[in-house]
C-alpha cells in the first residue's frame, strides 16, 4: 500500500512539474503574438468576449483540440483562423470529416497580422476587444470555458 501511495504522489509531482514547464513555454511563446486590440475589421461582432483560435489542418495538436474549440464555440463567441490549410473547400472537407462547425476564416494575412508562429494558438478578447489571454499549444475545454467566462464579466 505505501509502494502504491508513494508511486501515485510521484505521478502527481510529475504531472504538476509538467503543467507548470507547460505553461511557461506557452508564455514564452505568447510573447510574440500581437498585443493590439482586435485587428480585423471587416468582422462583424457583438458586443461579447471573443476567442479567435489558429489552428491547422496538418497539426495534429489542432486536431486533438478541435472538440475543445467545437464545444466552446456552442456557448461563445468563436472565430477560428485556418493557417495554410489549402482551399475553402479542402478545410470544410477536413470539417465534416470531423464533425465539425465552428466559424472559420481561411488565412490570407490574420497570422501574419497577429504574428503567429505556433499552432494552435488561441487568443482570447474581452467584450471592449481588448486581448486578455493567449494560449499557444493545446487548451483542455475547462481551460477555454474558465476564460471565456472570466472574460465575459
Known sequence: MKK???SL???I???IIVTIILNIVSYYRSLSVNHEKFPIQNIQLNDQALMVHFWATWCPICKIEAPNIQQISKHYNVLTVAVESGSDEEIQKYLDKNNLD??????KQYAQKFNIQVFPTTIIYDKNKNMIFTE???TSTFGLYLRMWWANL
Request: hydrophobic share 45%.
Open 102 to 107: 465552428f466559424k472559420v476564416i481561411n488565412d
Open 13 to 15: 509531482i510529475s504531472l
Open 9 to 11: 504522489k510521484e505521478i
Open 136 to 138: 499557444v499549444g493545446y
Open 4 to 6: 502504491l501511495q508513494h
